[in-house]
């Protein structure tokens, strides 16, 4: 089984609910942090190397030097 996410306004997302129940799916509302959470991890595994680096190196890039 699939699963689509759909990021719409208040009343659009009432209607694509009602939608969606009517055509026999299951609807789960995500508040926007979770939504966020969702497409930070979709970024992240998209950029994976696989790659180690040194906790230095990092805290050296952070800091700007």
Same mark, same amino acid.
């Given at each position: 089984m699939g699963a689509i996410i759909v990021k719409a306004d208040k009343k659009s997302s009432k209607l694509l609910s #009602?939608?969606?129940r009517r055509l026999g799916g299951s609807v789960i509302n995500l508040e926007d942090n979770q939504y #966020? #959470? +969702?497409a930070l991890g979709k970024a992240m595994?998209? $950029?994976k190397t696989g #790659?180690? $680096?040194?906790?230095n190196v +990092? $805290?050296?890039k952070?800091?700007?030097k």
């Open positions: #009602e939608l969606a #966020e #959470e +969702i595994e998209a $950029v #790659e180690l $680096v040194d906790r +990092i $805290v050296q952070l800091s700007g």
